[in-house]
């Protein structure tokens, strides 16, 4: 007769962009004298196969073990002072953690390339292998790559940003020419988002009734009126790589993930640019921390 043993199933707080659900319930699951062991749906083995773990649905989710939070955010992901997080050398992008390579570093894709913390500095030249600065950057000291700005009026940090003859960055943080101090164009309906947007903005409802993220759900029809979205551990929640916000009923493009126009990646302060193909993403701007969309 094979030998029997009992794995108890330890619920976790599993945390869906502010809804908060309590996993409390306890499975008994029997392995052979082979340790030919499996765990239900949404539930992982532990490391030490002892018991099976609830699998989280977002990163920065409570957990308790750092197995759970591997599973979405993948090698890297830690689970410290119960909230998955990304590891002391790794860094958070498309939903998942990277190993964070600097300026001139080995790399084999652009995510794993980590300037300035900004996802827009630095790509993988795949043809040395090495991160190096984006096009649109220059490369300071060959510490870091910041943004150039190439005309009257585009954002800037220092002096040095300003990439054409006779211009400062004054305290507008945007280039001007020294002569021409008291210039300071406005910046009023670039960060605008337009009435075509908002008339673009998708159908969040099923049947007339408004999905939003934490809803209960069978199936992933079930969340279909809620974009880039599908139905985890029961509940409607934000595909790997976006986030909610304002009242949880749209899932946004986090920095760096693919976008049609401004409202698919604006928080209050992002907007978009146009890229040099038609692939549009959201990226991080300078000028008073806000983002842009740019196509790659």
Known sequence: MSEQRSLMVVGALVVLVGVFSSMSSALELNCDKMENCTCPEFYIISSDRSQCLQRLALPYSACNASEQCADRMVIGAICANNICACAEGFHYLHGRCWKSVGLGGECSTSEQCHVNYDHQSATCNLKVGLCECSFGYYSRGGIDCRREAKAIGESCGIDADC?????????????????????????KG????SEDDDADSPDTSVNGSVVKVGDSCADNSSCSGLANSNCFLGECACLPGYYA??????????????????????????????????????????HKGQSTMQKK
């Not at 670039?190 to 988002?193: D, K, N, R, S």
């Open 245 to 286: 916000l304002q009242g949880n009923d749209t899932c946004y493009t986090e920095l760096g993930g693919s976008c049609a126009k401004d409202s698919d990646c604006v928080r209050a302060d992002d907007v978009l640019l146009p890229e040099q193909n038609l692939r549009m993403r959201c990226w991080f701007w300078s």
């Open 190 to 193: 670039l960060f605008a988002v």
């Open 163 to 187: 990439r054409f003859e006779g211009a400062t960055c004054y305290s507008n943080y945007t280039c001007q020419l020294k002569s021409v101090a008291s210039h300071f164009p406005s910046d």
